[in-house]
Nanobody, 120 residues
Framework: QVQLVESGGGLVQAGGSLRLSCAAS????????MGWYRQAPGKQRELVAI???????NYADAVKGRFTISRESAKNTVYLQMSGLKPDDTAVYYC??????????????WGQGTQVTVSS
């Protein structure tokens, strides 16, 4: 089927930067929207940023101006460059892709998550 594998999480001090990567692999026919979501302890999963196949992006207000989402379509890979990190950014970050495995079948796929911890 389809697998999404994230990398790049870790521990960073407030004000620091991290870059997350997510590569989709498997029986992929096409990839449309890819994005990043996060879930902090005791909170619901929330949108961080998404990017369409044509490059259009959308960001949560909390990360605008600090995070940048990008993608390499040829590699089915999406990135999240995070700068100016704050303790409130601490969460498990999940990669998401809306992926077609054939002309007639498409669905949402999720990565396993990567922990980002920002110390004050």
């Amino acid at each position: 089927q389809v697998q999404l594998v994230e990398s790049g999480g870790g521990l960073v001090q407030a004000g620091g930067s991290l870059r997350l990567s997510c590569a989709a692999s498997g029986s992929i026919f096409s990839v449309s929207i890819m994005g990043w979501y996060r879930q902090a302890p005791g909170k619901q999963r929330e949108l961080v940023a998404i990017i369409a196949s044509g490059g259009a992006t959308n960001y949560a207000d909390a990360v605008k101006g600090r995070f940048t989402i990008s993608r390499e379509s040829a590699k089915n890979t999406v990135y999240l460059q995070m700068s100016g990190l704050k303790p409130d950014d601490t969460a498990v970050y999940y990669c998401n892709g809306f992926i077609a495995t054939s002309p007639l079948h498409r669905g949402d796929y999720w990565g396993q998550g990567t922990q980002v911890t920002v110390s004050s």
